[in-house]
């Protein structure tokens, strides 16, 4: 049996192809939180973050921690964070890479965030 009143998570894929290299982001909203699995070549859950914004009465940065792996840390928190404070939602990252150097991969799953939540906006105030 549907409910029509109940709302579900927004999912948006993208993808881009760079010198030879594809990377991929899929990105799953809910109410309260974003989950993003950022890859290279195909779809794989790698180094995950998670990250929480601040409370509005505080003050301060977004807080975040590694959940598992240990080769793309930097990225998988950088990216957590950068959507946690954006959206103010828990936000978590995960980041897998075959051959791509992370910091190389950066530019690409920058690019890859920026463009699927800018989808999801757009789906917003499309259904507002």
């Known amino acids: 049996m549907e409910r029509k009143d109940f709302n579900r998570a927004d999912v948006v894929k993208e993808?881009?192809?760079?010198?030879?290299?594809?990377?991929?982001a899929v990105y799953v909203e809910a109410k309260n939180s974003i989950i993003i699995m950022l890859s290279e070549k195909e779809d794989k859950l790698g180094t995950m973050a998670l990250a929480?914004?601040?409370?509005?009465?505080?003050?301060?940065?977004?807080?975040?921690?590694?959940?598992?792996?240990?080769?793309?840390?930097?990225?998988?928190?950088?990216?957590?964070?950068y959507v946690a404070a954006?959206?103010?939602?828990?936000?978590?990252?995960?980041?897998?890479?075959?051959r791509v150097s992370e910091i190389?991969?950066?530019?690409?799953?920058m690019h890859?965030?920026?463009k699927?939540?800018?989808?999801?906006?757009?789906k917003e105030s499309t259904s507002a």
């Open 52 to 81: 929480v914004p601040k409370p509005h009465d505080m003050f301060g940065q977004v807080t975040s921690q590694v959940l598992i792996g240990d080769k793309h840390i930097i990225s998988a928190r950088m990216f957590a964070e």
């Open 86 to 98: 954006k959206k103010d939602k828990i936000t978590m990252v995960s980041v897998y890479l075959e």
């Open 15 to 24: 993808e881009i192809q760079q010198q030879d290299h594809r990377f991929l």
């Open 112 to 114: 890859l965030i920026d």
């Open 116 to 122: 699927v939540l800018k989808t999801e906006s757009k």
């Open 104 to 109: 190389h991969a950066q530019e690409f799953f």
